[in-house]
């Protein structure tokens, strides 16, 4: 048995992107265990509302822990406010809780990634202790960030249309999980804009 | 423990085929080779656990207890859908506490589901699949599934793959386990299968001796 950080037990690629008036959240759709594929069909990005969108990377067990307790915190913010709630608070939510778990944290490494109420994108990143971060342009998370911050780096552009947007997110993590050999088996990207969004499944190297 | 023991499933045509091996051995030693690890949940489910010798029986045991509760509480039993997401909460509530170290597979059918498999693994991460497998087995069955499963298989089918997946293990895999014991959960129930004669003969959940299959 290979001795691997515990981040790195099933492997996950997150990567979110800003762009002029709509962001884009992808992940892979890999469910392995130390290095052996389960299955092609977990994807690590859920909605949480329909303009918010959680990407969760790391141990999956706690991906799907964290995703039912953060999903039941949001239905019970929505009965209290009787409104939906913003990308900025819903993320110091999430920090909230990892860092309340400070000394025996949940191994996830959360991504927000969403468009507020006056229609702005928003996108923050975190560690599993909850310390955020709000970049101006992207965020990555997963197994691999070193290949993910190198194609994103390269290929990002400030103020890109949504279409535009979707085909820079999709090439960036593609190139980055055929990188990593934890993650891949293909990809599911959403693009969130103020009109609607629009989920595609890009299929990767199968391997 | 290492991941000696092997458990896998299928979802076939209408149904779900567990197979466990039925050896029960704690470092050099066998205990027996007629150890039945499929335990059937209720009426339209069963359970096949493989990992700590004690966690397993009462954690099995545990989650049949729990959902029998639910149905008579209730008056309805509970979709296998549900039970997976209810095992698996158990499962992740104690993991920080004091952990099941317990890999399993639900098999379950549902007239809204259909046949289901659910994996589920020691740390609580659920995924429903087609086909799947525990242990250190599962290195070669996954890749004989691969290979030559298809969806919607009949039983007759589902058993003859079970068969090489069982003939590949004792070519192949280094710990010899000559004895596994099958289940199939369908719209009629859980039965055991008789994995020799591709014969099925139904399982009396009240009587405990039945839940023993000895190979000859």
Redesign the interface.
Known sequence: RVAMSIMQYNGSAVLAMKGKNCVGIASDLCFGVQGRMITTNFRKTFRMQEKLYLGLTGLATDVQTLHERLEFRLNMYKLREGREIKPSTFASVISNVLYAHRFGPYFVEPVVAGLDDTNTPFICGMDLIGAPVTPPDFVCAGSNTEALFGTCETMYRPDMEPEELFEVLSQCLLASIDRDALAGWGAVVTIITPEGSFTRTLKGRQD | PPPMECIFGLVGDGFTLLVADASARRSVFLYKQDEDKIFPIDEHKAMAVTGEPGDTTLFAELIQKNLALCTLRVGVPRSPHATAHFT?AIM?EN??RSPYFVNLLLAGHDKDEGPSLY?L?Y?????K?NF?AHGYG??FI?SLFDRYYRPGMSLPEAIKLANLCIAQLRLRFVISTPAFTAKVVDTDGVRMVDLKNEGVRMVDLKNEEEMVVVEE
């Open positions: 698996r992740a993991l920080r994996y693994d740390l609580a991460s659920l995924q699949l799947a599962a290195f996954l």
